[in-house]
């Protein structure tokens, strides 16, 4: 792949504003899917099940099969379009969106086109710079997610090239709401941030409603970005791509940024943009291009004749406002209050998208200074290291449990520090951890008198410094010992120990 | 001819509670008939091999003293259109060849619940497009009372079946008449319900928004029986009603046509309807004002542009629908030669899989939904759709039912209208109004043309969830007629024995 001509990125920002349109799709994590009784594997009750297990004749479009709409999903939706601060349609229809593809059984897509279930709301963003942005959604609607396919014999994994394909249909009917923004204008050399600090919001307010699991690395959040940009001082928008499979955090910032730095160079060699889907590259860091992209495609959406409209009361819409919870910016300061945590140290925890991880945690049994440091310090660098997000790495209950081992006095920081990395390959909880890797400190002071001993009596010229008064010499006897523990001890405790010892 | 097949499903049904015949006879007797005249009649695409099964199931069953319904152990013919288990489901088209669905289509369910005896699947036009089931991937049938004639369509398989003794009484689906037109040209009953009155669960659908399942039989009473059976809500079915409905088998009971005010549609009753056609139409209702009822004339204006929206919307939604058959899941599977992309196997498949008439509608419905023409096609169409149902409040505000001519014409030729696909859609005038407006229909015998001596229907049609006034002025008037003919119209009906020489290779698929 040839590797596209970037422009300087301040450079770009000053000769071209970028408009940004975010789509993210959120997977509800309902016990059955959004039109069949079949089990939701975006509920983690199901996860990782089988392919081709979680399935009825409505996910597979089989001849005759009707979908029927599940009311959960709907309750979920309305209780996400209050959140998003949108008005709720009284009525509002699905649609069948018609096109060809394999993942998508009934050849059509059940989604809402012109009569979404909420539209017209915003969503106040804060970015790491302390900018607070107010992003306009334009509607948020309901619709099913297409099943998942394998392409097996290319070296691409995409299906040009491939031998054959493989379909897997558990996700298929998999409940969805897609928020649409409204183009946003004015955020400059913010854009990228702003894009980061827009998906973390929404994730915060989907999870603080329980009605998805949002883990990117899953599926269950995924974003689609648009970018275009115009020359300063132009009212008209550029034309724009939107860049798909953008499946963390940081990739969206990353992402943004290299859209911008791509269109700038083609715009400032006199080039024009096409309009287009493009995919985004995680190992690389850049975006290819997908397929062309018009604003003629025709899906040939027509009112879905298998469906009633959904008329949600006046009086469910009303409970469901009464039951949600705090906007995201009142909680964030509410929940800096409580932690009683420096300006710096929570804006670190906003800024990784770590706040649900970091409140859940401390809900599981954690102080706010503990579950901090694990999250914002251990898991942010190996989630760095593996370009991922550190929420896809462990769950609050296993760093509330991390955090009370060592609060036991079971794991010294280092060892927690391992077992963490446990916890990250998926080999259990951190108690199975300890048990499985034998990392517990070693808190049987006859095994470190041995330990002690054999290192006083290897260094004898310490020992004599030690009954000199030198307390200090101690070090280079304790280093020895915490070797020879293979770090399984507190050096607090070894201390003690070697004075008493030396004294002896 | 044995005369277990020529007892209506209600006198059978009889006889089998009072123990005077066992189901495994009646079934066997009616699979005999199915063996003899089938090949000359080709109502059937599929026997059912385990029907002696389940007859001797339910006899059983009678015997350990278990509390049966009145149509327990009668044989029934099922429409090919309704998914079964244990039993291929094509919809009459090749790309479905084959194909055993792993589940029962509702009403499929109803009827086995109720003791009732699958005997086969039936012939239809493929995905029930069309009035003469010519459409059908694996050949026509034939008329009963004259096998050169079309049975009608879509349900032609089903009709002829019942009409030919091969079954008592059958399921079939009406989209735009494929139960009434088909049972106009074979002397049966047939009977639309309210749309949302029978679960849509397992029908396998040409056009969602009009397709409805209904009965089809010899006799008012019988559909009666069969519609309280396949009639109710059906949670796997959002456009299924919730309301209980009333017993249809008692309103034909109790059927009393007095002080009825019954609305003739003026424009359904012009000279483009047979001299026949419109002479049994007339005496019939002059039959039943004698009888009490109130004749008078309506007038629907927007009747006049009801088919042009049916063939926007029907095609539109079909090819929706339809495409689903791209050898993916299930079904037939084309390969290119030399291999190809999947792209390239969905289109092979589809091609070789759908027949002419199937690539029609789906080229229209494509056609009529695209963008820049949705709204001169689709829209309008829907809109004529709304002025179709304001016609019908507008005069169900003054009458309690409607009556017209079922279809314009007695059974024409086989080949006839093959290559004239409109001449083909205006069969459906007269029936495709209720499907556009939900409202339930009836189609009953009204006796033979003079000019042909082929059968002839009459159509009721009543206010949506008032099918009970169908069964009401249907067996009033059929118990008239067959008093005035001495014994039901199919008596009337040539020996069908005469002609298994004539048998064809056809046969049972």
Redesign the interface.
Known sequence: MARAALMDFDEALERFDPVIGLEVHVELNTTTKMFSSAPNPANSAFHGAEPNTLIT?VC??????????NGTAVRYSISLGLALGCEIAPSSRFA?K?Y?Y?DL????QISQYDEPIAFDGSVEVELENGRTFTVPIERAHMEEDAGKLTHVGGSTGR?QGAEY?L?DYNRAGVPLVEIVTRPIEGAGADAPALARAYVSTIRDIVLSLGISEARMERGNLRCDANVSLRPRGEQKYGTRTETKNVNSMRSIERAVRYEIQRQAAILAGGGTITQETRHWHEDTGTTSAGRPKSD?D?Y???PE????PVEPTAELIDELRAALPEPPAARRRRLKGEWGFTDLEFQDVVNGGLLVEVAETVAAGASPAAARKWWTGELTRVANARETDAASLASPAQVAELAALVDEGVLTDRLARQVLEGVAAGEGSPREIVEARGLAVVSDDGALIAAIDDALASQPDVLAKIRDGKVQAAGAVIGAVMKAMQGKADAARVRELVLERAQG | MSDLIRLSAAELGAKLASGEVSSVEATRAHLDRIAAVDGAVHAFLHVNEAALDAASDIDRRRAAGEELGPLAGVPIAIKDV??TTGMP?T?GSRI?EG?I???D?TPVRKVREAGMVPLGKTNMDEFAMGSSTEHSAYGPTHNPWDLDRIPGGSGGGSAAAVAAFEAPIALGSDTGGSIRQPAHVTGTVGVKPTYGGVS??????L???LDQVGPVSRTVLDSALLHDVIAGHD?????SISDPWPSMAEAVRRADVSGLRIGVVKELDTDGFQAGVRSRFHEALELLERNGAEIVEVSTPNFEYAVAAYYLIMP??A??NL????S???GLRVTPEGGGT??QV?AATREAGFGPEVKRRVILG?YA???GY?DAY?GSAQKVRTLVQRDFDAAFANVDVLATPTAPTTAFRLGEKLDDPLAMYLNDVATIPANLAGVPGISLPAGLAPEDGLPVGIQFLAPAREDARLYNVGGALEALLVDRWGGPLLNQAPDLSTHELKATEEGVV
């Open positions: 004749p597979l479009g089989l001849p005759g099969s009707l979908p029927v709409v069948r018609n060809f394999p059984a009934k050849n059509y299906i394909s379909v003629a025709d040939r959406y027509f004749p298998d469906l009633l | 309704l998914v489901s919809s479905l194909w669905p792993p589940y289509a849509r669960y397992g029908s396998i659908a056009a969602s928004s949670p796997l079915d959002s456009t539109a939604e090819s929706s495409a689903k058959f791209d993916v899941r299930f999947v792209e969905m494509t939904l695209s963008a949705y689709y």
